[in-house]
């Protein structure tokens, strides 16, 4: 059966300092990976998502970035965190074929706090 | 474009009594839908999807939902709330491409025991 792993489950991070989560996926291949932040409890925003090693879909301009450099794994980074940076991250995997019908399926998040 | 919308951010209901939870759908082509649920500090689990011909779809926990393509819509709902049932629950539609998922803006549901 597919797992994905997704850590630390807390972080607590400076601001300036830089970011590196990391996200990996078992039992599948091939698959389309994500990073979400979630605010607050609520609504998702999509930040990256890839298809492929190396490719990377950026979906909103920000302070972070990501990279995929091996086929399941997905790693969220940043130089330097703002404040604004602090959230719930979350990392998601879904079939690329098989039909519209394949959910995606998500890790456990990252509780991120900047002070 | 697709999109999904859940117009409740809130739904308060007795537990033992049924509960609904609301979303409606915009896409191109076939809807691709799911529910997903998240409890404090975890990720989302998905629930159920709807199976193209299917007006009533079962799902994990005794959750179902109904598909109504004339009003666009695709509820979530149990015939039996338990105090258990208590979280943010997410509608969402997978786009055309199979790319990418655009997600509800969550409702919260509280079960009272």
Same mark, same amino acid.
């Given at each position: 059966?597919?797992?994905?792993?997704?850590?630390?489950?807390?972080?607590?991070?400076?601001?300036?300092?830089?970011?590196?989560?990391?996200?990996?996926?078992?039992?599948?291949?091939?698959?389309?990976?994500?990073?979400?932040?979630?605010?607050?409890?609520?609504?998702?925003?999509?930040?990256?998502?890839?298809?492929?090693?190396?490719?990377?879909?950026?979906?909103?301009?920000?302070?972070?970035?990501?990279?995929?450099?091996?086929?399941?794994?997905?790693?969220?980074?940043?130089?330097?965190?703002?404040?604004?940076?602090?959230?719930?991250?979350?990392?998601?995997?879904?079939?690329?074929?098989?039909?519209?019908?394949?959910?995606?399926?998500?890790?456990?998040?990252?509780?991120?706090?900047?002070? | 474009?697709?999109?999904?919308?859940?117009?409740?951010?809130?739904?308060?209901?007795?537990?033992?009594?049924?509960?609904?939870?609301?979303?409606?759908?915009?896409?191109?082509?076939?809807?691709?839908?799911?529910?997903?649920?998240?409890?404090?500090?975890?990720?989302?689990?998905?629930?159920?999807?709807?199976?193209?011909?299917?007006?009533?779809?079962?799902?994990?926990?005794?959750?179902?939902?109904?598909?109504?393509?004339?009003?666009?819509? $695709?509820?979530?709902?149990?015939?039996?709330?338990?105090?258990?049932?208590?979280?943010?629950? $997410?509608?969402?539609?997978?786009?055309?491409?199979?790319?990418?998922?655009?997600?509800?803006?969550?409702?919260?549901?509280?079960?009272?025991?």
């Amino acid at each position: 059966s597919q797992t994905i792993h997704q850590w630390p489950a807390t972080l607590v991070q400076p601001v300036g300092s830089p970011l590196s989560l990391e996200c990996t996926v078992e039992g599948t291949s091939n698959p389309n990976l994500y990073w979400y932040r979630q605010a607050a409890g609520r609504g998702l925003q999509l930040l990256f998502y890839s298809v492929g090693i190396g490719q990377i879909s950026s979906e909103v301009p920000q302070n972070l970035s990501a990279s995929r450099p091996q086929d399941r794994q997905f790693i969220l980074s940043s130089k330097k965190l703002l404040l604004s940076d602090s959230g719930f991250y979350l990392c998601a995997w879904s079939a690329p074929t098989g039909g519209g019908n394949q959910p995606q399926h998500f890790g456990d998040g990252t509780r991120l706090s900047i002070l | 474009a697709q999109s999904v919308a859940q117009p409740e951010d809130q739904v308060n209901v007795a537990e033992g009594n049924p509960l609904t939870v609301k979303c409606t759908y915009s896409v191109s082509g076939n809807p691709y839908l799911f529910w997903y649920v998240q409890y404090p500090n975890r990720g989302l689990q998905f629930l159920l999807k709807y199976i193209t011909g299917d007006n009533l779809v079962k799902g994990s926990y005794g959750f179902e939902a109904e598909f109504n393509k004339s009003q666009t819509s $695709f509820h979530l709902k149990k015939p039996s709330a338990l105090v258990s049932d208590s979280a943010l629950y $997410f509608c969402a539609v997978r786009s055309y491409n199979f790319n990418k998922f655009y997600f509800g803006s969550g409702t919260k549901l509280n079960v009272k025991p």
